[in-house]
């Protein structure tokens, strides 16, 4: 009997054991649940930021003879610009306003001929656009990680333009500087706390300039020259 009372005493023992060991096994695997993933950070628009940027420029350019009403020509300037930008932006709760100022350059440029059938005179006339810069102000709502944003504000632009008599062979040139307007949208996604890219579209307004040219054989000639532009931009920035 002592011997049997042994051996029950021994199982019992051995399934408290395996008992406490299960439940610490399950407490264990209690502690060691995967932990949740941190939630991603708020992204605030606030600071200073500076950036580059390229994209494709296109230009509408019509041409007059001021003492020649009704000799007209037109033509589009296509081409790329690439330069870079540096702005500020406040948010407030999704409102997010800033100042921004942007210089690019550009190889647009275009040729065609104006005709004067009364003098049986041909000019060819190239323009290019050398350089743009923006100084706009912005309105933006911000969704998330996304900006929407319009703007609007001041151009100035960099012209040349030449001229050749297709008859005596005389040629003109005249590098010029206009002021303009200038709206736009785009939108802006950030990356993280710092880079963003963008992608944005603006129209450029410049009103109507009138140029003397001086050609080779020192006769003297008028024109008038109108643009509107067309920028399509991407771009990088980076805040502080």
Same mark, same amino acid.
Do not use: D, I, K, P
């Given at each position: 009997m002592t011997f049997h009372r042994f051996v029950l005493a021994g199982a019992a023992m051995a399934s408290a054991a395996a008992a406490l060991t299960g439940n610490a096994a399950a407490a264990d695997m209690a502690v060691k649940a995967p932990a949740l993933t941190a939630p991603i950070a708020a992204i605030n628009w606030t600071g200073l930021y500076v950036g580059g940027?390229?994209?494709y420029v296109q230009s509408r350019a019509r041409l007059g003879d001021p003492t020649t009403p009704g000799i007209t020509a037109s033509d589009t300037l296509k081409g790329f610009l690439a330069g870079g930008q540096i702005g500020f932006n406040y948010q407030m709760n999704s409102w997010v306003f800033g100042l921004e100022a942007d210089l690019s350059? +550009?190889?647009?440029d275009a040729s065609q001929t104006l005709v004067n059938t009364a003098t049986n005179n041909a000019d060819r006339a190239t323009e290019k656009l050398r350089w743009?810069?923006?100084v706009t102000a912005r309105a933006g709502y911000a969704l998330d990680r996304a900006l929407l944003y319009v703007k609007g504000g001041v151009a100035f632009g960099g012209f040349r333009f030449d001229a050749q008599d297709l008859v005596t062979g005389a040629s003109?040139?005249? +590098?010029?500087s206009q002021a303009?307007?200038?709206v736009g949208a785009g939108v802006e996604y950030a990356l993280n706390t710092n880079w963003s890219v963008r992608g944005?579209?603006?129209?450029v307004g410049f009103g109507n300039k009138t140029l003397t040219l001086v050609d080779s054989a020192g006769a003297t000639t008028q024109v008038t020259v109108k643009q509107n532009v067309h920028q399509f931009k991407t771009g990088v920035n980076?805040?502080?």
């Open positions: 940027h390229f994209g350059g +550009s190889n647009a743009m810069s923006l003109a040139s005249n +590098s010029y303009g307007w200038t944005e579209y603006n129209y980076y805040r502080f």
